[in-house]
């Protein structure tokens, strides 16, 4: 159970990067090119779309917020992962209402297309996905750190092979000393 949490650590925010990727920046701009799309049914897919998004959006938030709690985790994860969930519940929350308030008046023919809570929006899937990419790039290297360290390790000559049954990652067996010939400096 700990290794798939560890995995999902990773993959669950490079599928939301993926997501915000196909959403915000294919879909949501071709779809206004497509012929003979208006604004209002333009709009209307939006709003269809987006919703479904952001319903991904808190089922991913969910898993990965489980994930982090089941698994160890440096202060700059819980960092990102606090800032996501806050990006996310203000752009599902607050924006979300005032854009579905907009739409409704765009295709009830009282108001333009095009608002600034748009601009709002998309300044929030922005961040989220900065914030996402780099929370994706501290738990790769969370991820890779331990494998590297051991191959580092066993390349040196460190552990039951080369210096001794009981050796830590420092060569100093339980007992405190050092077996011959390991001269690896401890920090």
């Known amino acids: 159970m700990r290794s798939a949490a560890l995995t999902a650590r990773l ?6 990067l993926g997501l915000i990727i196909a959403i915000d920046l294919i879909e949501a701009p071709l779809k ?17 779309v987006f919703t479904g998004m952001n319903i991904v959006e808190g089922v991913l938030a969910i898993m990965l917020i489980s994930a982090v709690v089941m698994t160890r985790q440096i202060r700059p994860a819980w960092t990102l992962l606090a800032t996501i969930a806050g990006l996310l519940i203000v752009k599902v ?11 409704e008046a765009v295709l009830a023919g009282t108001a333009e297309a095009g608002s600034s809570v748009h601009l709002i929006y ?8 900065c914030v996402l990419a ?33 050796a830590d990652a420092t060569g100093t067996d339980a007992g405190g000393s050092r077996p011959a010939g390991n001269h690896i400096r401890s920090s």
């Open 122 to 129: 998309i300044a929030l899937d922005a961040a989220l996905f």
């Open 93 to 103: 929350a607050l924006v979300r209402p005032l854009l579905n308030a907009r739409t």
């Open 134 to 166: 780099a929370f994706t790039w501290v738990q790769a290297r969370a991820l890779v750190s331990p494998a590297v360290t051991r191959v580092q390790a066993g390349a040196a000559g460190i552990g039951a092979g080369a210096a001794g049954i009981g």
């Open 11 to 16: 993959v669950i925010p490079a599928i939301w």
């Open 32 to 48: 206004f090119q497509a012929p003979g799309i208006t604004i209002p049914l333009g709009l209307g897919i939006g709003r269809l």
